[in-house]
C-alpha cells in the first residue's frame, strides 16, 4: 500500500526539485490568489467585460512591447492602465450604456493586438506565449513582479474591507454615505490591470479570463458571507491553478488549457452541490401561507 | 428662526435634448417634512439626486448654509442619508440583512477604522425599531421587497443625517406594506428630529407628517404649499393633465381617480 503511494507521489516530488517547476508551481499560487480575488468583484459588480477588456488591453500592450522592443510586461501594464484611467470615468456616464463602451474597448484592443502579431517581423513564439501563457519559462523576476502584485491587491481588500463591502453592494449608495467609491472603484481597476498584465507570463491574456470568473462564481454558489467568499474564491483559484499544472505534466496537455477546464470543473462541482441553491428551490417549492 | 437646511437657487439640470429640471427654486428648512409630487419624467428623482450629489447641475444649491457641488466632503454627504426605489438585489449575493444596515456606518467611521460594539448595537436598535431585527441573519436578496425597503431606511438613518431624501420608497409594494412603511417613516420623523423629502406620486400614501408639498411637473417647480391646498382636484388635476377628484374622510383628503 505504502509502496503504491510512494510510487504514485514519487515523480512528483522529484520533478519538484527543478527550479523551473519550483518557480512554477509558485506562480500558479500567486497567479490563482491574485486572479481569484479579483473575481470576487467582477462576479459580484457583474464587470466580466471589464475583465476581458483588462486581459486584452495587457494582451495588446506586451505585443506592442515585443513590437517596439520594450518589457512586455511594462508595456502591457501600461496599455492596462491607460485603459483603467480611460474605461473609469466612462463607465461612470450615465448618458453611455457601458456594455457599448465595453464593447468598444474590447474590439479596439483586440484590433491592436491582431494588427501588432500580423506586422511582428520576429518570430511569433513570444506572442504566442503572451495569448497561452507559459508556466515553464518564468524567470525569477516574473516571480518578484507576480509576488508583489498579488500582495499589494490583498493589502487592498484587506485595508479596505468595510469599504470594499459597501461598494460592491451598491455603489451609488455608498457614494451617497460617504464611502470614497470613485477611489475605491479606480483602485480596483488599476489593480485588474497590473495583476492580469503580471499573468500574462502564467496563464496567458486569452484564459486568464476564466480565473477572472470562474473562482467567484465558484463562491457565489457556496456562501453568504463576504469573507467567506473571498477565502473560498481563493482556494478554488489557487487549487485550479496547481491540479490544472499537475495534470499538463501528467497527461502533457497545455497547462493554460488544463488550468481552464480545472476552474470550470470545479465550478461545475460548486453548482451540482450549492446549498444555497438547495435551499433557494425549497424555498420556492414552500406553499404560500 | 429656524435654520435653513437646504435651498436651491435656479438650479437646472440639462440633458441634451431636454431639460429635466428648470430653474428651480426651493428653501427646506430644518425639521420640515416636505413633498415632491409629479407625474412620471416629472423631474423628481433628478431632483433628489442633484441634493445628494449624484446629478450635474446649473445653478446654486445650499446645504446645511454651505454652497455645494459635485464633489462633497464626506462630512458633508453623511449629513444627507439617501433611500432610493426599491431595487433588485439578487437572492445569492453574500449580504446579510444586518451587514446592508451596517454599510451606513462606513464613511462615518471613516478609513482604517473598523466599526466597534457601540455601532453594531445602534444598528440592531434601528433594525428592531424598523422592526427587521429577527431578520438579521438573513441574506438580504432573500427578503421581500418592504423588508428591504425598512433595511434601506434603517442603513440611512444609522448613517446619522440631518436630512433624509427618500425616494418613492413605498413603490411597488403591498398596500398594507406601503401603510406599514408609512407608518415606521413617521416615527422617525418624530424620534429622529430630521428633515425629510418625501418623493412619490400616489396621494392616497402619504406620511401623516408631511406638511408641505412641492409639485413638479416637466421639471419646472409649478406649486409649493400646504397638502391641504395641494390636494384639491383643481392643482392635481393641472399636475396629471387629467381630471381628479378629491373627497374627506376622518379628517383626511384622498384622491379620487373617477
Known amino acids: 500500500m505504502e509502496g503504491a503511494l510512494y510510487r504514485m507521489v514519487d515523480p512528483f516530488l522529484n520533478i519538484l526539485s527543478y527550479p523551473p517547476i519550483q518557480r512554477a508551481v509558485i506562480a500558479c499560487v500567486l497567479c490563482g490568489a491574485g486572479c481569484s480575488v479579483l473575481s470576487v468583484f467582477v462576479v459580484l459588480m457583474k464587470m466580466p467585460l471589464i475583465g476581458v477588456s483588462m486581459s486584452h488591453a495587457a494582451f495588446a500592450g506586451a505585443v506592442l512591447g515585443l513590437l517596439l522592443g520594450m518589457n512586455p510586461f511594462l508595456s502591457g501594464l501600461m496599455l492596462c492602465l491607460l485603459v483603467a484611467a480611460v474605461l473609469g470615468p466612462l463607465s461612470d456616464r450615465t448618458d453611455i450604456a457601458p456594455e457599448n463602451v465595453l464593447g468598444i474597448v474590447f474590439s479596439f484592443l483586440m484590433g491592436i493586438a491582431f494588427l501588432g502579431m500580423g506586422i511582428l517581423t520576429q518570430t511569433k513564439a513570444g506572442a504566442l506565449n503572451l495569448m497561452w501563457g507559459s508556466l515553464l519559462n518564468l524567470s525569477e523576476t516574473d516571480i518578484w513582479v507576480l509576488a508583489v502584485v498579488t500582495a499589494v491587491l490583498i493589502l487592498f481588500v484587506v485595508l479596505f474591507f468595510k469599504e470594499i463591502r459597501a461598494v460592491l453592494f451598491n455603489r451609488r449608495i455608498a457614494a451617497s454615505g460617504g464611502v470614497p467609491e470613485r477611489m475605491i472603484y479606480y483602485i480596483l481597476l488599476f489593480l485588474t490591470g497590473a495583476v492580469v498584465s503580471s499573468n500574462l507570463s502564467t496563464v496567458g491574456g486569452l484564459l486568464i479570463f476564466a480565473l477572472l470568473v470562474q473562482p467567484g462564481a465558484t463562491a457565489l454558489q457556496l456562501t453568504y458571507n463576504l469573507k467567506s467568499f473571498f477565502w473560498i474564491s481563493a482556494a478554488s483559484g489557487i487549487f485550479a491553478c496547481v491540479l490544472g499544472l499537475a495534470a499538463s505534466y501528467l497527461f502533457d496537455i497545455p497547462s493554460g488549457a488544463s488550468v481552464a477546464l480545472t476552474a470550470t470543473f470545479l465550478f461545475a462541482l460548486a453548482f451540482i452541490f450549492s446549498p444555497k441553491r438547495r435551499q433557494n428551490q425549497l424555498s420556492e417549492r414552500k406553499p404560500m401561507p | ?258
Open chain 2, 1 to 258: 428662526m429656524t435654520e435653513e437646511i437646504l435651498t436651491l437657487a435656479d438650479v437646472t439640470v440639462h440633458k441634451h435634448p431636454s431639460k429635466l429640471l428648470s430653474g428651480v427654486n426651493l428653501h427646506v428648512l430644518k425639521n420640515e417634512f416636505l413633498g415632491v409630487i409629479g407625474p412620471n419624467g416629472a423631474g423628481k428623482t433628478t431632483l433628489l439626486n442633484v441634493i445628494a450629489g449624484f446629478e450635474k447641475y446649473s445653478g446654486e444649491l445650499k446645504l446645511f448654509g454651505r454652497k455645494e457641488t459635485l464633489k462633497r466632503s464626506r462630512h458633508t454627504r453623511i449629513r444627507v442619508g439617501y433611500v432610493p426605489q426599491l431595487f433588485p438585489v439578487e437572492p445569492n449575493f453574500p449580504i446579510l440583512a444586518a451587514e446592508a444596515v451596517m454599510t451606513g456606518v462606513v464613511g462615518r467611521v471613516g478609513l482604517f477604522r473598523s466599526p466597534g460594539r457601540k455601532e453594531r448595537e445602534e444598528a440592531l436598535r434601528l433594525m428592531e425599531m424598523m422592526r427587521v431585527a429577527h431578520l438579521a441573519d438573513r441574506p438580504l436578496g432573500q427578503l421581500s421587497g418592504g423588508e428591504r425597503q425598512k433595511v434601506s431606511i434603517a442603513r440611512a438613518i444609522l448613517q446619522q443625517p440631518d436630512l433624509l431624501l427618500l425616494d418613492e420608497p413605498t413603490a411597488n409594494l403591498d398596500i398594507a406594506v406601503q401603510k406599514e412603511v408609512l407608518t415606521l417613516i413617521d416615527e422617525i420623523f418624530v424620534r429622529k428630529a430630521l428633515t425629510i423629502l418625501f418623493v412619490t406620486h400616489d396621494f392616497n400614501m402619504l406620511p401623516s407628517h408631511m406638511e408641505r408639498v412641492v409639485m413638479l411637473r416637466n421639471g419646472e417647480k409649478i406649486f409649493d404649499g400646504s397638502i391641504r391646498e395641494a390636494l384639491t382636484g383643481q392643482a392635481l388635476s393641472g399636475l396629471f393633465q387629467y381630471p381628479l377628484e378629491t373627497f374627506e374622510r376622518d379628517g383626511r383628503r384622498f384622491v379620487s381617480y373617477g
